[in-house]
């Protein structure tokens, strides 16, 4: 099965079925005594069908959930055997049926598919059956075993009969006024039996497929239908409430059972049919004697709609399905690395729907909610154990004996828990209030779709500052959980000129061994995890970006993705509105990897078409073309203001860019791509780099931040530059003393800064050829390193000696025709570009695609991930840019890999190069960190604060 997933929502996921997986969505019951026995957890939403196998005593029980998936589980101990991923969540399981042999799972769905499982091979995909056109909400199976057929019932008003075996359909029964809900085959197969929201039940011949009765006894919609095993009658249960036993010959209501409050959803019969039992809205389960119709036992636990009921064939023990529990609301405990990652995920509103009400720091003192399960996603140290318990240890206050804070906890550690740590809570004595301890091997932070990060903002001083405390097993621990979450194993590539690069994949291997992973054998192409230092590239951080998102974090005053401007609302108040940059927002989603200049050209021109719309819909005379008129007269229709709000948010943005980039940011800019690219916009060789940097350094208009900038970018592209020389530069540009650290910081990095003539001629030789890119703006002529290794990596050419594999694991090295082309081998006299990079050996293998497209467009992207493709994850130590970001979009969208990229964290220019120029301070005593919660007052995530304990 195909899963399309980007890395946020696999976060997402991964969170949401730890805690929506402790919901009791099913029951098992002994009749006899009336009495709950087990209840089995792990769907993530409401269970809408239940049946159990056949013979060797009812084994297995299945379940089909609204999470989209089914589960198979032992009924003698209640464990979950295996799960099958059938659809998208939104597509959920409405149905499910075993063949009468024990051998094959039909499932129906909100995706109008039948599939066919093998169930004694792990749920293995057998057939998907296609044919209707709306949701398919139940299936059942034919009692024959020389041929494998199903019979679904749709919303479209049809039944389909399918032979598994051709896949094709056989009969088509059309009857109903509307949406056929429920389905059952006769034991001879002979009659099949439907229920409809039309409130009728119908009879058809299962060979012709001819209506034979109509049966129109009902009030209101039949949810369930079952024959006896005789087969001389059906029962069906509906929306009013009631139970009608038919005559299959005569078509005769025969009886009624009368007793629950609400809609019957299902209905099951002992193998005797001397039980009938019937789950219900009004969240009961009944049993009735067949024959007397009285109900002989009520069954009630759940606080919600009981949808689906099977029996044992004595009907010794009943399973009943159903949605959340009264024992589901939750308080979320989380550490600041837990918070800062579910915040990147959630919003509160979210956090509700899995049961959780409110989010508190474990740091904080919290109030008595006795009531409610604790649920604690944390690091397992020794300061956070010792919380949990506190929480639950026995306590007095002035004499009274005090119960513990939570009803119960579910602890969640976010990696491996040492053992020691365990321990401790092992003797703690509160073994009795822990429900689940589990390590979900999460600990980063997916900021992007293909993006990721550590979360250490001190990622760059902890590894290039002599003062930094670069602690590889715990990075490598970080990156494992990322591998763990995308469920791979992949081989491990490295920079072999960058030691903390091989010393943290040496350790990233190690640790992947230990991992929980489920990934079958892999494909041919393999998956590759390539660390590399910040040293391979340190000019595209500093370089001016024009594509929208890198524009936006230099120009613009972002702080943490949020940007405040103002706008007039539909009174024309000017109000000051701060709004969050993420994915929820389509138009920064589609343009966020788009030029500037098509950014503010296409934006305008999708306001005007949408405001033309609005106002014929409307009714609304043009009086105009003016923006600010048009923003303002949509605000005040209340049905697009969330569209016009984004419209004025992003047109404000895009202007505020291009009036920010003028003449004199226009001649910084390309003079650094002179200097980058070592050539000019017509393709004529840079031969001093100096004549670029001159005019800038001594341009009044340009800050000295800019000229700091551009000054590491010249000591970078020149590969050093005698000290004479760079003093002059430095005091030309007036760049005071306490910034010049910027500059000389950069030998941390092993770059030259301070190099002779003679050496940086020689250093200039040593850089690898890249090859010429095609580009539609010449101010946007350089491409980040990054991009020839995604690239490479695909094609089979990233050198093994520049990038060794750790290990004796052997790469194979694949060659995609749509990726590689031979003629590439035969390296083309092209001119060099800058690359601060010195390498021991001359390679010219580190190109881009030949025929590569690369400017495309990122509108109607979909961004999102196919877990079955080979996948290429980088990882930058110390930081990433948005550029580089960038690239790992494109390199997905033209391959046919997956692409993404992390690092410690993410610098913007300015970031940047003052994190460079603090390499060499003193480390600062660090204060304790504050979460802000995104998009507060549109149901962000927000936690409540306590006092500091």
């Known amino acids: 099965q195909t899963t399309t997933m980007s890395l946020r929502e696999l976060m997402k996921k991964k969170i949401v079925h730890e805690i929506r997986g402790l919901n009791s969505t099913m029951k098992v019951w002994d009749r006899g005594m009336a009495k709950l026995t087990d209840s089995l957890k792990g769907h993530l939403d409401a269970v809408r069908s239940v049946v159990l196998s056949h013979g060797d005593n009812n084994k297995f029980i299945v379940t089909g959930s609204l999470d989209g998936t089914v589960k198979v589980w032992d009924r003698a101990s209640t464990t979950c055997l295996y799960t099958i991923e059938v659809t998208q969540e939104s597509d959920g399981v409405l149905g499910v049926a075993i063949s009468n042999n024990d051998e094959y799972i039909a499932t129906a769905g909100v995706d109008k598919l039948v599939k066919v499982w093998d169930l004694n091979n792990n749920g293995k995909h057998i057939k998907t059956l296609k044919g209707h056109t709306g949701s398919v909400n139940a299936v059942a199976f034919f009692p024959s075993s020389s041929q494998v057929k199903v019979v679904s019932a749709s919303d479209d008003k049809t039944l389909k009969v399918f032979r598994v075996d ?38 058809w011949d299962g060979r012709s497929g001819q209506c034979l009765k109509d049966l129109s006894d009902h009030s209101g919609p039949v949810l369930a239908c079952v024959f006896t095993p005789s087969t001389q009658q059906v029962l069906s249960g509906s929306m009013d409430t009631t139970i009608k036993v038919y005559g299959v010959g005569s078509g005769n209501c025969l009886k009624t059972l009368k007793g629950h409050s609400a809609s019957v959803f299902s ?96 740091t904080k003192s919290r109030r008595d909610m006795p009531e409610f399960q604790a649920v604690y996603f944390c690091e397992p140290t020794d300061e956070n154990v010792r919380r949990i318990i506190d929480d639950f240890k026995p306590t007095t206050r002035q004499g009274t004996k005090l119960p513990p ?31 689940t301890l589990r390590e979900v091997h999460a600990l980063f932070t997916p900021n992007e779709q293909r993006v990721f990060t550590l979360d250490k903002p001190q990622g760059l001083f ?89 524009a936006a974090m230099d120009f613009l005053n972002i702080k943490g993705n949020q940007y405040t401007y103002k706008a007039r609302d539909g009174n024309g108040r000017l109000l000051e509105k701060t709004v969050p940059l993420d994915e929820s927002d389509p138009i920064w989603l589609s343009f966020r990897h788009s030029h500037i200049a098509r950014v503010m050209r296409e ?101 000295i931040e800019e000229k700091v900038r551009c000054a590491m970018i010249y000591v970078l592209a020149n590969m050093g530059t005698p000290k004479s020389e760079l003093d002059s530069l430095l005091n030309n540009a007036n760049i005071p003393q306490e910034l010049r650290a910027c500059v000389n910081n950069l030998t941390n990095f092993g770059v030259s800064v301070v190099a002779d003539s003679k050496s940086s001629k020689k250093n200039k030789n040593k850089m690898s050829k890249r090859k010429t890119r095609d580009t539609e703006y010449t101010l946007s002529r350089w491409t980040p390193i990054v991009k020839d290794i995604f690239e490479d990596a695909i094609a089979g050419k990233l050198s093994t000696e520049d990038f060794p594999v750790v290990g004796k694991e052997k790469l194979k090295q694949t060659k995609s025709s749509r990726y590689y082309d ?56 110390g930081s990433v840019c948005y550029s580089e970001m960038r690239c790992a979009y494109e390199v997905a969208r033209a391959s046919n890999w997956e692409c993404y990229i992390g690092s410690h964290n ?32 549109e149901g962000g995530l927000t936690i409540v604060v306590g006092t500091a304990v």
């Open 166 to 203: 051709k896949g094709k359909v056989e009969l088509q029964l059309k009857g109903h006024d509307d949406a056929v809900l429920c389905v059952a085959v006769s034991a001879d197969g002979n009659i099949i039996a439907s229920g409809s929201r039309d409130s009728t039940v119908k009879l």
């Open 267 to 362: 209905l099951a019969l002992s193998k005797d049919g001397q039980f009938v039992v019937s789950g219900s809205s009004d969240a009961s389960t009944r049993v009735w004697n067949f024959h007397s119709g009285e109900c002989v036992t009520a069954l009630k636990s759940h606080s919600d709609a009981v949808f689906s009921v099977a029996t044992t064939d004595d009907a010794s023990q009943i399973v009943q399905g159903t949605a959340m529990t009264d024992e589901d609301w939750k308080v979320l405990i989380v550490d600041n690395t837990a918070l800062r990652m579910i915040n990147q995920c959630f919003r509160m509103s979210e956090l509700m729907e899995c049961g959780v009400t409110v989010v508190e720091s474990i």
């Open 405 to 435: 804070l939570y009803k119960n906890c579910n602890i969640f550690f976010l990696y491996d828990c040492p053992r020691p740590t365990f321990e401790m809570l092992a003797r703690a004595g509160i073994s009795q209030n822990i429900k």
């Open 462 to 550: 902890d590894c290039y500052s002599p003062y930094g405390h670069f602690d590889v097993d715990v990075v490598a621990t970080q990156l494992a959980t990322v591998c763990e979450t995308l469920d791979e194993v992949p081989i491990v590539r490295f920079s072999s000129d960058s030691q903390r690069a091989s010393a943290l994949a040496e350790a990233l291997t190690a640790k992947l061994q230990t991992l929980p992973m489920n990934k079958k054998e892999k494909e041919a192409q393999q998956s590759q995890f390539i660390i590399i230092g910040r040293e391979t590239d340190l000019l595209s951080p500093l370089a001016h970006e024009l594509t929208y998102q890198a």
């Open 603 to 703: 934006i305008t021109a999708g306001f005007k078409e949408f405001s033309d719309k609005a106002k014929e819909q409307q009714g609304i005379k043009s009086k105009g073309d003016d923006l600010n008129r048009m923003k303002e007269m949509l605000q005040a229709l209340p049905q697009h203001q969330r569209q016009t709000q984004l419209y004025s948010l992003h047109i404000d943005m895009a202007s505020t860019i291009n009036k920010t980039f003028n003449e004199d940011k226009e001649a910084l800019a390309m003079a650094e791509q002179n200097m980058l690219c070592g050539v000019d916009d017509e393709g004529h060789k840079v031969t001093d780099l100096m004549n670029e940097i001159m005019p800038i350094t001594i341009n009044k208009h340009v800050s």
């Open 822 to 877: 031979e003629e590439e081998d035969e390296e083309e006299d092209e001119p060099l570009s800058a690359r601060q990079q010195q390498k021991k050996k001359k390679d010219g293998n580190r190109g881009g695609w030949a025929n590569s497209a690369n400017r495309m467009s990122d509108v109607g992207d979909s961004s999102s991930t196919d877990l079955n493709k080979p996948k290429i994850i980088l990882f930058i130590l």
């Open 906 to 937: 993410i610098l913007s220019p300015a970031e940047f190069v003052s994190a460079v120029g603090s390499l060499t301070d003193q480390p600062k005593e660090s204060s304790t960190s504050q979460v802000v919660a995104q998009g507060e007052g």
